[in-house]
């Protein structure tokens, strides 16, 4: 019977854990005055606990500077990362273009 119990208990447990999963994300914002709506996204990929770092990225802005930065990842990342030990981590990166400095000219 206390085997019973147990067994019920991981598995409310387990259930609750999967509902209320939520992503982890962390923003970093340099501006908030940002008239931008593009976003770009890109998944990173690290291998071997960071010892093989993932590629650079290429912004791809035409001012040469970025607003925000979002690092993230999602519950099928996390089971990734869980099941290859960490050997496998991927995390997905949006960011937004900064706006293009017109210079004021005068009249």
């Not at 387990?14 to 939520?22: A, D, P, T, Y």
């Not at 008239?35 to 802005?61: E, F, M, N, Q, R």
């Amino acid at each position: 019977m206390q085997n019973y119990i147990r067994l019920r208990s991981i598995s409310v447990l387990l259930i609750l854990m999967m509902c209320f999963q939520n992503c982890m994300s962390t923003r970093v914002v340099s501006e908030y005055d940002s008239d931008s709506v593009a976003k770009h996204t890109k998944t990173s990929w690290s291998y071997a606990w960071g010892l093989v770092t993932p590629k650079d990225i290429d912004p791809d802005c035409e001012s040469k500077k970025m607003n925000s930065v979002t690092s993230s990842t999602n519950l099928g990342y996390i089971l990734i990362s869980a099941i290859t030990i960490g050997i496998v981590v991927p995390q997905t990166v949006t960011w937004e273009c900064a706006p293009v400095d017109t210079p004021i000219e005068d009249l």
